[in-house]
Nanobody, 115 residues
Framework: VQLAESGGGLVQPGGSLRLACVVS????????MNWYRQTPGKQRELVAT???????NYADSVKGRFTISRDRHRTTVYLQMNNLKPEDTADYFC??????????WGQGTQVTVSS
């Protein structure tokens, strides 16, 4: 499974961005799709997850502001980020967790929230 993120950039506090993760390869091997984020010196943080049934979960820090979704063919996963805050500044990574327990990562996309 190969992943490619896009959609990062610079946005003012209170603004919105939508990240996209294009998924290719053996899609049926994927159990859940996840978005993580990481800032320098900190561990990678799980932000949002969506499983094959469409169930979603979010980190407390983004609940009510971020929404994870996917297209009907499961080839693209989105992260809609609203009411962005400076503390949302990070590199955002797409992750695919497979049924065999192994996972794949994208290269990341940078999000900067600043006035």
């Amino acid at each position: 499974v190969q992943l490619a993120e896009s959609g990062g950039g610079l946005v003012q506090p209170g603004g919105s961005l939508r990240l996209a993760c294009v998924v290719s390869g053996y899609l049926y091997s994927v159990r859940t799709m996840n978005w993580y984020r990481q800032t320098p010196g900190k561990q990678r943080e799980l932000v949002a997850t969506i499983n094959n049934e469409g169930d979603t979960n979010y980190a407390d820090s983004v609940k009510g502001r971020f929404t994870i979704s996917r297209d009907r063919h499961r080839t693209t996963v989105y992260l809609q980020m609203n009411n962005l805050k400076p503390e949302d500044t990070a590199d955002y990574f797409c992750n695919a967790l497979r049924h065999d327990g192994f996972d794949s990562w994208g290269q990341g996309t940078q999000v900067t929230v600043s006035s």
